[in-house]
């Protein structure tokens, strides 16, 4: 069963941390494109990295310097690391992703292709 399961959200301080991950079954992410989307409340869903098999990395401006995204291939893992939270990054984060024939990672840190495997997603909410 392929499968894609987002964790590590929570409600946190402004300025605080977090680590997001987005792990896959049923398949291998070795040849695919993974990206993280959010949507808040009210708001399209855009989105905040992308990365490729070979760790090129792709970022939203409005999180470059703050967020990391690092892939564990062997754990079929991707992950997100947040630092400097600010309220505005309160939303629902979701991972996709799409073979690497299918997509690409776009500057802005969108991957180009939103029609493969999603993840349920996971809350994200940043206090003043």
């Known amino acids: 069963q392929v499968q894609l399961v987002e964790s590590g959200g929570g409600s946190v301080q402004a300025g605080s941390s977090l680590r997001l991950s987005c792990a896959a079954s049923?398949?291998?992410?070795?040849?695919?494109?993974v990206g993280w989307f959010r949507q808040a409340p009210g708001k399209e869903r855009e989105g905040v990295s992308c990365?490729?098999?070979?760790?090129?990395?792709t970022f939203a401006d409005s999180v470059k310097g703050r967020f990391t995204i690092s892939r564990d291939n062997a754990k079929n893992t991707v992950y997100l690391q947040m630092n400097s939270l600010k309220p505005e990054d309160t939303a629902i984060y979701y991972c996709?992703?799409?073979?690497?024939?299918?997509?690409?990672?776009?500057?802005?840190?969108?991957?180009?292709?939103?029609?493969?495997?999603w993840g349920q997603g996971t809350q994200v909410t940043v206090s003043s």
């Open positions: 996709s992703t799409v073979d690497i024939q299918s997509s690409s990672c776009l500057e802005g840190g969108r991957l180009s292709n939103e029609y493969g495997y």
């Open positions: 990365i490729t098999p070979n760790v090129g990395s």
């Open positions: 049923g398949f291998t992410i070795d040849y695919h494109n």
